[in-house]
Structures are given as C-alpha cells and as structure tokens.
C-alpha cells in the first residue's frame, strides 16, 4: 500500500512530558474573553492548547466539553449556509486543539460533548491517537455562566438540542496522523482531515450516529491549493451513519469544482444501506471541470433493503473502476465506474 500511504513508526524518546488524566476535566459554560485561541480556518476557538515536542497524554479519564448549551443556542442556526459563511460572528468552541506539535500521543481518554469539532490539529507532525471514545449526547443538564461571579450553576433540562458539527479529527497542515482502536458516537464526521493533511492511518473504527470518514471540506477558498494525500484507512464500523466514506470538496451549482481525486481504492467492504436512496448503495460523482482518476472499487458487497440488485453511481470517473455502474441521468450500466453511501 505504499502507493497511497507511508507510514512513520511512532516512538517515543526518553524525554517525554507526560499528562496522566485520570478524573474529568471540564470546559467551563462559557470561556471569557481573553481566554481562548482562536485560528482562522473556519473560526475554532479553544480554551487550551497544546504545542511543542515529545507530549504524551494518557489516563482513563475523560475530558468534558459542556457542549449542551452550544447545542440548545444555535439549534437550527449551524445547519443554515450563514454558520459556514466565514463572515458570521460566531466561532467554533473545539474541546481539544494541538498546534505546532511534533510526535503527540493521546491514550485511554474519553472525550464527551465538545460544543463543535472535538479534536483539532494545526502545524503539527506525527500525532498519535489511540484506545480513545469520543461521545457526544443529550445532557440531561444545562450550564448557565454568572460573568459577573465567575460561577457556573447547574439548571433543569429543557427541550435539550442533539449535537451537530461536532466532529471527531479534524486536521489542517498536518503531516502524520494516526487513529487506532477508537470509537466515535457523535453527529458529524468520525473521521474528517481537512486541507493539506498528508500520510492519515487510520485501524479499528468504530463509528455510530456519524457521517462516517469524510476527506474534506475542501476546495472552499478561492485561489488556495488544497489537498489530502496518502491516506491508509482499514477495518471501520459504521452504524446508523450518513456515508460510510466520502470525498468532501466544495460545490457550486454555477461554478463547477476543478478539485482533483485520483488514486483511490475501494477494497473488502460490505453493509446494508439504509433504503433512503432507493437501490443506490454508493454514489461516484465527479464535477465535470475535475479528473477523477484511477479510482477502483473491489470486493464490494452492499445491498438496500429497497430490494433487487444495488446500485452504484458513477458520472464523470475516468478509467474502469472494476464493477458494474450506472449513470444517474440513464437507466444504462457500464463497467466503468466519491462516496459510499450507508444512508
């Protein structure tokens, strides 16, 4: 698998800092300001975060973000194009953040309720996570924030909001990320690198209630070169998901994508889709100013619960893809044949 991936060994030297997280660590209800870091890519902010050399972060105890007031405040708001519009006031609370880190580890800690992306890498080379949960649900309580005190008090439920936008890893200048052995249950991506990542592995995922693997967003600012590159993922487990993968790159109805996806394998996957798209089990899709290139699908067992045969998707893939296909506009097959699709 050289050819897509190439991975580092991951060792630690003698010198390391050490962080044993063995009890909860809470973000509080609100972050005051002055208190946070904030990055331009899509407006995260954080209330710490972690740089510099040798890290490893390690225990059986969990880092809580206090996410259900987030959630309840822009019910509604986070699924409008006015929360992506980077013109918006708002920024993105994410529970965890590294930037300008090299050969990071993360081990044995769960991760609850981060208000938007959980996990956020910035500048960073070689960042290991491994034996982690991550969660996001309905709390049962909600936190109110006394500026003027300085103290967070606990108040009844009401009408509590699911979470959204709270993605698993997401990544931007990175090189070097590893995810082993983790499980995901959350509203977004379990697994979601986003511009100019390169060398993912990713081994042993478990993901529930997510929109699955999704390389992106990308191509969304004009006149930057974005890209994703060497990417290993096997033996993922998705439940109750969106896409089981998918490639996530800008679109626009007037100005077609020239984003680029070449050199990617499809192997050993099987499932039941959800039924939602009829027949359609995986949906290939390339804008028609783009090369899609030396994509291939092989030991591909999915079937819908809509009955007969499934159906696979496939407009604008150069190239056999290695299985029977059908354009979306036909009712046509052809042996030619960028995501795949569980709902």
Not at 8 to 16: C, D, E, G, I, W
Not at 19 to 31: D, H, K
Not at 104 to 123: D, H, K
Not at 200 to 225: A, E, P, Y
Request: glycine letters at 8%; proline letters at 4%.
């Amino acid at each position: 698998m050289e050819r897509f991936y190439r991975r580092r060994n991951f060792s630690r030297p003698l010198q390391t800092t050490p962080l044993l997280i063995s009890n909860t660590v809470y973000r509080r209800c609100a972050v005051l300001a002055g208190g946070h870091f904030y990055f331009d890519f899509q407006k995260p902010i954080t209330f710490w975060r972690w740089g510099g050399q040798d890290i490893r972060i390690f225990g059986s105890g969990v880092m809580n973000g206090n996410g259900q007031r987030w959630y309840n405040e822009f019910a509604g708001f986070i699924d409008t194009d006015k929360f992506q519009d980077s013109n918006n006031k708002y920024y993105r609370p994410i529970l965890f953040v590294t930037d300008n880190a090299t050969r990071l580890s993360v081990e044995g800690i769960a991760q609850l309720n981060s208000p938007c992306w959980t996990n956020f890498f910035v500048r960073t080379k070689d960042v290991l996570f491994d034996n982690v949960y991550i969660k996001c649900l309905l709390d049962q309580r909600i936190c109110k924030w006394d500026s003027l005190s300085g103290a967070s008090q606990v108040l009844p439920p009401f009408n509590q909001a699911l979470p959204k936008n709270t993605d698993g890893f997401d990544s931007l200048n990175v090189d070097g990320l590893s995810v082993t052995n983790a499980r995901v249950d959350i509203g977004d991506g379990s697994f979601s690198p986003k511009p100019n990542t390169t060398n993912n592995f990713v081994q042993k995922l478990w993901c529930n209630n997510t929109h699955g693997v999704s390389m992106g967003s990308i191509g969304q600012d004009r006149g930057v070169l974005d890209m994703i590159e060497y990417a290993y993922i096997e033996n993922v487990i998705l439940l109750s998901g969106e896409y089981y993968f998918k490639i996530d790159a800008a679109g626009c109805a007037s100005f077609s994508s020239k984003f680029n996806v070449t050199n990617i394998n499809f192997e050993n996957i099987s499932g039941t889709s959800s039924g939602k798209q009829g027949k359609v089990v995986a949906d290939l899709t390339c804008s028609p100013n783009a090369v899609c290139l030396d994509v291939h699908l092989k030991n591909i067992n999915l079937s819908s619960p809509a009955g007969d045969l499934p159906v696979i998707i496939c407009d604008g893939i150069q190239g056999d893809i290695g299985v029977e296909c059908q354009y979306s506009s036909t009712s046509s097959t052809t042996k030619r044949t960028t995501g795949l699709a569980s709902g």
